[in-house]
């Protein structure tokens, strides 16, 4: 893997992760919305979108990276229509489809600690 390469994979798991577990603290009860929504403005998903998009799209075995990057961008833009419709509680589909990309990059990238956290 390039360094650039491994620099996408390395930036779109920690958006992962750190999305994985703003959602699990919504799960807890532990952060309400304004903290979300301050947390994946602060996450910057639609900035990593557009740097890496089109080297994802060469890639389709790393569909699991688009697809974390997909789920947060469209959680920070969508968020106060996601919970006026459908509630916080609607976040954890989210988080389980982020969990589940997660631990194909683990695999995917041979990455034990990712695949173990999820």
Known sequence: MDPIERELVE???RL???AAVLLRGVMLKKVDQPTLEWGL???AAGELLGRYF???MERPEWVSLLNVLHLV????GQLDFQVREYGLDSLKDDLQEI???LQEIGELFDLPQLREAV
């Open 99 to 101: 969990n589940v990309s």
């Open 11 to 13: 930036d779109v798991t």
């Open 73 to 76: 961008h469209s959680l920070d």
């Open 41 to 43: 403005k602060e996450l």
């Open 54 to 56: 089109p080297l994802l």
């Open 16 to 18: 992962g992760v750190r």
